[in-house]
């Protein structure tokens, strides 16, 4: 088995979003691109990808798995064999899924993560990593969320931002994550795209 001293670990990235009315109003509908170049760095690198789904099985909703919903946006790199799939029904992408010890048996101390509802899923997945021992990096411009309340997607992710940063997790953008790996920006998405 590859160890991997690092993870990307891409969080609820999946159609069963999409289809909500919600979907209209949600802060990077072009969410796939930046995740995509995520990942295609991770495997530049050997980095582990795990790919975590949220579903609540017999809710009725686009994230019930009877749905034909809860699935990975069709416009994302496809995984690899090896690459986890893993499916969650808590907030966080460890309770309810052995990711913990997934990321134990190959060797990993560092996650970076993203997503989709920043303040929800991605933030408290990044809190509990943190808590875990985790060395955290959350990537903004590779996450989404939906407006709430009074408050904007934009300013919801800021607030996310702000609340994690050098408390929980650095932040970063994909641009400055390829540039630490001495690539172009965009480089490794075109890489990964001419390969397929």
């Known amino acids: 088995m590859n160890r991997a ?14 289809v909500r009315p919600l979907w209209a109003q949600t802060l990077n509908p072009g969410v796939a691109e930046p995740v995509n170049r995520l990942v295609s760095l991770a495997r530049a690198a050997g980095d582990l990808v ?6 609540e099985p017999g809710s009725g909703t686009p994230f019930d798995p009877e749905s034909g919903h809860v699935r990975l946006l069709e416009e994302l790199n496809e995984p690899l064999p090896g690459e986890p799939v ?9 309770t309810t899924t052995n990711l913990q010890q997934i990321l134990t048996t190959h060797g990993v101390t560092e996650l970076r993560v993203c997503g989709i509802r920043a303040e929800q899923c991605v933030e408290t997945t990044t809190r509990v990593g943190s808590d875990l021992g985790y060395d955290m990096t959350f990537v903004g411009d ?11 997607a ?3 992710l800021e607030r996310t931002e702000a609340v994690l940063r050098d408390r929980f997790a650095r932040i970063a953008t994909v ?21 397929t």
């Open 50 to 55: 795990v790919w975590v789904l949220h579903t």
């Open 142 to 152: 590779a996450t989404s969320t939906d407006p709430l309340g009074p408050f904007s």
């Open 5 to 18: 001293l690092r993870a990307l670990i891409v969080i609820d990235v999946q159609e069963s979003f999409r």
């Open 86 to 94: 893993l499916r969650k029904t808590s907030h966080n992408a460890f």
């Open 175 to 195: 641009a400055e994550l390829e540039a630490e790996a001495g690539r172009t920006p965009g480089a490794a998405a075109e890489v990964a795209a001419s390969a």
């Open 154 to 156: 934009a300013d919801i």
